[in-house]
């Protein structure tokens, strides 16, 4: 009687098993590796960078391979009131179901940047197969046109728009890679500010970049035009408002703490020309920013500490002199201050707090905040920096002079 009250259970169980009744077979999608939307009027426009599978086949044993000629990405776009209406109308050409998980980069174009991306934030938190993960940039044109450029070496232009974002953070930290959630995260915030990489093009012989808008980059074999990280848009609220130049986005980063890893060109101490200049390596970073009520005006102390290493020179001096090491550190603070300097001036010019500052204030002085943040845009201006950085010289590589000093 055991065996079959046992059996009957197992059998119950079976039946109430689901099975894979909503599954979606590879050979039925169309895996995107980068998104770009642009706006005109009431209408959006979607641009789809989908893998071409076949082409990503480079052959094995006992196989073949894929046509040299035969792109690595199908690039389209559709249209509609809302995106995902524009997405729904991609099947009215394209075979395949498209899959948005394996997005690697979203590229805003110029009139969806500025009139307001608040309904793209909603599709990427909203819908389950968008991930709020995905990298974000603008381009100060429309973002078809970015999708449809080569970026040479790599298959996949997406993925490798990617992986510029964060190789660039990771390495110089001049440009930060920005995700939806980075953007969603700064509507929140008291500063309500954020900074969003430029893709642009760039035509390699320094001709006119539009002279190549016929010409389509998938079926040319030599197109004389690159995609370049350039400049940084400013987001307020979900608007763009504005741009940075890299070096002013640059000083900001000091401010947020994002700089990690970068390279520090510095003038030598007591240069007699702009040729005297030395490269410094910076291996660790720290930034610590903490404000300081004066009446009714706010003062940020900014302390930065690096530690780095000496990777170029042509100072003529001994390295190996403890004043001389001393002084080449002091060079490097001055550096590091006036660009600092240099981007907060340019998020006081727009009126934008760049930098987080009202987020400090309002964690240490909430009650002052409230009556801050009524007019905090204004208020920016009298925001006064003191800034303090201690760099420290590791070592010099292992020469104590230059190559010209150490000719006989």
């Known amino acids: 009687m055991k065996k079959r009250y046992l059996s009957l259970c197992a059998l119950t169980a079976c039946c109430l098993l689901s099975g894979c009744w909503d599954r979606r077979e590879l050979n039925q999608l169309g895996i995107t590796a980068a998104t770009g939307i642009d706006r005109s009027g009431n209408e959006w426009t979607v641009t789809y960078q989908v893998i071409v599978p076949s082409a990503m086949w480079t052959g094995a044993s006992g196989g ?19 995106i995902r209406e524009a997405a729904s109308r991609a099947n009215l050409e394209f075979t395949r179901q498209l899959y948005f998980s394996h997005t690697d980069v979203l590229v805003l ?23 709020e993960t995905v990298l974000v940039t603008v381009t100060d044109g429309e973002a078809s046109r970015i999708l449809r450029q080569f970026v040479p070496p790599e298959k996949l232009p997406g993925t490798a728009i990617a992986t510029i974002l964060t190789t660039n953070q990771e ?7 920005v995700r939806v959630f980075d953007i969603v995260k700064s509507l929140y915030a008291d500063s309500n500010a954020i900074l969003v990489p430029e893709i642009g093009i760039r035509r390699v012989d320094g001709g006119d970049e539009k002279a190549l808008e ?9 197109v004389p035009t690159k995609l370049r990280l350039m400049r940084l848009g400013v987001f307020k609220g979900d608007k763009q ?30 240069a007699k020309s702009d040729q005297e200049r030395g490269t410094y390596q910076v291996r660790t970073a720290s930034t610590r920013v903490r404000p300081v009520k004066s009446g009714d005006a706010f003062q940020m102390k900014v302390r930065v500490k690096v530690k780095g290493a000496l990777i170029e ?20 603070e001055s550096v590091v201050i006036e660009d600092i300097r240099r981007g907060w001036a340019a998020s006081q010019r727009l009126h934008v707090d760049l930098a987080e500052f009202a987020d400090k204030i ?21 925001v006064d920096l003191d800034v303090r950085v201690q760099a420290t010289l590791e070592n010099t590589g292992m020469l104590t002079n230059t190559v010209s000093e150490n000719q006989p």
């Open 64 to 82: 073949g391979t894929a046509s040299s000629s035969q792109s690595s990405v199908h690039v389209f776009s559709s249209r509609g009131s809302t």
């Open 313 to 332: 020179s042509s100072c003529a001096r001994r390295l190996s002199a403890p004043s001389t090491v001393e002084a080449l550190e002091k060079s490097i």
């Open 171 to 177: 390495t110089s930290g001049s440009m930060p890679a």
């Open 214 to 222: 016929g010409v389509d980059a998938f079926k040319t074999a030599v």
């Open 241 to 270: 408002v504005g741009w940075l130049e890299r070096n002013e986005s640059y000083g900001l980063d000091w401010l947020n703490g994002r700089i990690k890893k970068t390279t520090i060109a510095f003038p030598c101490p007591g």
């Open 362 to 382: 309002h964690r240490k002085y909430p009650t002052a905040w409230n009556k801050a943040k009524q007019d905090w845009e204004q208020r920016l201006d009298q």
């Open 109 to 131: 174009g110029k009139e969806a940047a500025r009139s307001g991306i608040s309904e793209i934030l909603d599709l990427y938190l909203r819908s389950f197969d968008a991930r």
